[in-house]
């Protein structure tokens, strides 16, 4: 397949670029800033199909330009801490750039909308005990959500995370959720950067939540 990542010099998205160039896809890894470009390219160049272009995905000609003529669209954009609005408008040019393509778009979320274990009413940031100093990107999290589900003539899917998603080790393992955070059976919510990666190409590989958000844990 051929897919566009952005935010593919991140965290989560250089681990996204990383699987699907494993599985043979042709990627365009697409990012701001040319040195953290560069540097991607660098560590997985040799792998053969990646290339990488500089983009910016709040600007829809930028995602029609890189988007348009592909199978699948991903976003793992993160705003810098104190520009949390960024997100919003991030999900709103990949919307307006993407819509009538065709195309489909995969966008990493946040865990925040998801409700409670056993309590559908309420939601992880309303949750007693859910950190203060996280409050904005959940809040930016949530209105980025509401952007893809508010949009039409547009093949979208969001995949929250759990609470915890962290670089670890590629186990090949995780749950399926929808709505509700998962977790396991000590109380954790977690999964590695690696398994979301895996989860993430699998649905672009074969979806199974077309216009849903859904979510993944081990
Ligand atoms: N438990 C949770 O809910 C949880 C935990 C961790 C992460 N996440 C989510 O996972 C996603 C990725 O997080 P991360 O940890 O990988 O973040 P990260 O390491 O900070 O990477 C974010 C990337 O996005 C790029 N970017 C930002 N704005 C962009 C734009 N407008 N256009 C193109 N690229 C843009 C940045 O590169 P440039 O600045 O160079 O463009 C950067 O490479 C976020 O949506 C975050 O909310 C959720």
Redesign the pocket.
Known sequence: MRITV????????SRVVQEALSRHHDVTA????LD?LTTLAQRLGEVGGLRVLR????DAGDVARLGWGREVVIS????VPGRED??AI?AKGLVSGLAGSGVRLLV?????SLTLPGDPGTTVVDGPGFPVELRP?ALA?NEQLEVIRASTDLEWTYL??????EPGVRTGTYRLGRDELLTSADGTSSISMEDFAIALLDEAEQPRHPRARFTVGY
């Not at 983009?55 to 709040?58: T, V």
């Not at 990493?108 to 925040?112: D, K």
């Open positions: 952005f935010g593919a010099t991140g965290a989560v998205g697409v990012g701001r800033n953290r983009g910016d995905a709040s793992a954009t993160r705003p960024e997100l991030a990493v979320g946040g865990a925040a990107i999290c929250s995370p759990p609470a915890l998603l």
